[in-house]
């Protein structure tokens, strides 16, 4: 069964940075595509940035485009989230998540099959 724990979130001012970390245990993810979300309050679980199992392909919403990266070190079983410029309006719980098969950067929230339990990212104004 795989598990996925995240970490680094927090209460940042707008304009700052914070790095989200995102650790697999119980089974290889170096196969895997993987993807990080988030959901607001009252709203849906969106979409943010994906890579696949190499860390050769990524995507991302547009609205993190050029702010948020993506990548993962293998070797660690570790995804990774570089949030900069940050904005009030990406404050969410944020989740990372891998299927439970396919190596591809999926964008499509049905993709994934397992999730963390989320780290909360608050950005003041």
């Known amino acids: 069964q795989a598990k996925l724990v995240e970490s680094g979130g927090g209460v940042v001012q707008a304009g700052g940075s914070l790095r989200l970390s995102c650790v697999g245990s119980?089974?290889?993810?170096?196969?895997?595509?993987m993807g990080w979300f988030r959901q607001a309050p009252g709203k849906e679980r969106e979409f943010v940035a994906a890579?696949?199992?190499?860390?050769?392909?990524?995507s991302y919403a547009e609205a993190v485009k050029g702010r948020f990266t993506i990548s993962r070190d293998n070797a660690k079983n570790t995804l990774y989230l570089q949030m900069n410029s940050l904005k009030p309006e990406d404050t969410a719980v944020y989740y990372c998540?891998?299927?439970?098969?396919?190596?591809?950067?999926?964008?499509?929230?049905?993709?994934?099959?397992?999730w963390g339990q989320g780290t909360q990212v608050t950005v003041s104004s």
């Open positions: 890579i696949n199992w190499s860390g050769g392909s990524t």
């Open positions: 119980g089974r290889i993810f170096t196969s895997y595509g």
């Open positions: 998540a891998t299927p439970d098969s396919g190596s591809y950067a999926y964008t499509d929230i049905h993709e994934y099959d397992y």
